[in-house]
Nanobody
Framework: QVQLVESGGGLVQAGGSLTLSCAAS????????MGWFRQAPGKEREFVAA????????SYADSVKGRFTISRDNARNTVYLQMNSLKLEDTAVYYC?????????????????WGQGTQVTVSS
């Protein structure tokens, strides 16, 4: 199983940008599709973005499409989430996940392992 550690969260003004990173340990990183989820206070964890094991396929939640970009570097065992034009409603804890498969529709139950999460707070 792969272990995941997120970083890059923080406080940013609306309209600003942040890049999250997720470092994976283990030799099997490149075999996994990877995803980002988020959870706001009082809400369920929701899908944000996913990327196939090769990086050739990506999918996004409608709420972030055109603003967020997921990418991966298999040589560095790292997946990224570039977040632009941030909105107040993007405030949440963001979780990295290793996925059991890649699809345009991903659910939390599709995760094989999770990181500990990183807080993103967007202020007005």
């Amino acid at each position: 199983q792969v272990q995941l550690v997120e970083s890059g969260g923080g406080l940013v003004q609306a309209g600003g940008s942040l890049t999250l990173s997720c470092a994976a340990s283990g030799r099997t990183f490149s075999r996994y599709a990877m995803g980002w989820f988020r959870q706001a206070p009082g809400k369920e964890r929701e899908f944000v973005a996913a990327i196939s094991w090769s990086g050739s396929g990506t999918s996004y939640a409608d709420s972030v499409k055109g603003r967020f970009t997921i990418s991966r570097d298999n040589a560095r065992n790292t997946v990224y989430l570039q977040m632009n034009s941030l909105k107040l409603e993007d405030t949440a804890v963001y979780y990295c996940a290793a996925l059991t498969y890649y699809s345009s529709t991903i659910y939390p139950r599709d995760a094989a392992s999770w990181g500990q999460g990183t807080q993103v707070t967007v202020s007005s």
